[in-house]
């Protein structure tokens, strides 16, 4: 396949040494076995009664029996990317996790058939959290979409807007809304999610805080809406990735996307030589993200110590593309380390 032609995921990172970036070498019964001893994927939240932990029974089901398509997403019910998973799998099953780390490890052990979790918004910027988290684990890019978010300050019933004192969100909810809470001087406070500060000021009845969530966190924890449409920007879209175990196979019967990483000897024109594969090509760049190396962030080079980074490339191409395909070839000649994330279908819709 055209993908074979960039190097697997276990070659070096600048030190010459051999290194699996992403280890995945158990079975997929053995990782399920595994899972009841790892603390982070016994942390998925039960919210109601219709959507209870996963039990043994599930976890002993496999994938292809029929049943509707099981995808996590970080945060409960209400969250934004519920409604994202929602938008990307109609009827599926969506899986609530604490945590960005445990929706990337429940897909990896069978736990769940998809995850659906957010990388940048139009407003906020990138989540670096989940470009780290993409190289730590051996998952595959298979689609992306995106998501129109319509921030609203949520109370509870009887609060006026004149009461409120604080606010509380999601770091980046707090950020898409700036403006609007400087000038209602409200205190922000960030929690994990937005639809959980919904459902903390509904089950501590506190009188003095709103949440930044969606009308739909409003319906489900029973809250009143004091404030519409309270981002920054009208234009406040978040894409989200769609991630599984197997790649997809790349077509060109539409327009498609894929996202690469690689890293770079230090050295003057380098990173302006790896872009220069693209452009020569005719090779549109739409997102480009540089994140340091975390195991070893400085390099020594010529008596001198410089960051080390990653860089990842989101182009508009397909690699069952040809010149997609001759790209990489190019950018393997002197990239220190080269790995394709995925080539997927861009959404074009907008909800």
């Avoid at 978040?238 to 000897?265: D, H, Q, Y």
Wanted: proline share 5%.
């Amino acid at each position: 396949m055209a993908v074979h032609t960039v190097r697997s995921p276990a070659t070096h990172l600048h030190t010459g040494t051999s290194r699996n970036i992403s280890p995945s070498h158990r079975k997929p019964n053995d990782a399920i076995r595994f899972s009841f001893r790892s603390p982070k994927l016994r942390r998925f939240i039960s919210v109601s009664s219709s959507l209870q932990p996963l039990s043994s029974n599930q976890l002993a089901e496999p994938v292809s029996n029929g049943s509707r398509v099981r995808v996590a997403y970080q945060g409960v019910r209400g969250a934004y990317s519920e409604s994202a998973a929602e938008k990307a799998y109609p009827n599926c099953e969506a899986v609530p996790c604490e945590e960005f780390d445990t929706a990337f490890e429940a897909v990896e052990r069978w736990l769940v058939d998809r995850a659906v979790l957010p990388i940048e918004n139009s407003l906020g910027g990138s989540i670096h959290r989940n470009y780290d988290l993409l190289l730590r684990h051996n998952l595959h890019i298979v689609g992306e979409v995106k998501l129109a978010v319509r921030h609203c300050l949520l109370a509870n019933h009887g609060v006026k807007l004149d009461g409120l004192r604080r606010v509380l969100s999601h770091p980046q909810a707090l950020a898409q809304c700036e403006n609007t809470l400087t000038r209602l001087g409200l205190v922000r406070e960030a929690v994990d999610d937005t639809a959980g500060a919904a459902k903390l000021i509904a089950l501590e009845g506190l009188s003095d805080a709103a949440a930044v969530a969606s009308a739909k966190a409003a319906e489900i924890y029973g809250l009143s809406i004091v404030a519409e449409d309270i981002q920054d920007d009208s234009d406040n879209v978040t894409r989200f990735l769609m991630l599984a175990r197997e790649p997809i196979i790349p077509g060109t019967n539409r327009l498609f996307k894929t996202s690469i990483v690689f890293s770079l000897e230090e050295g003057p024109g380098v990173l302006f030589k790896a872009l220069a594969v693209f452009a020569l090509r005719q090779i549109n760049l739409t997102k480009m993200e540089s994140r340091p190396l975390r195991k070893t962030p400085l390099r020594a080079s010529g008596g001198l110590k410089y960051f080390d980074y990653l860089f990842y490339v989101d182009f508009e191409a397909s690699m069952a593309d040809e010149v997609a395909q001759n790209a990489l070839r190019h950018l393997e000649e002197f990239a220190t380390f080269l790995r394709v994330l995925g080539s997927y279908p861009v959404d074009t819709t907008m909800l």
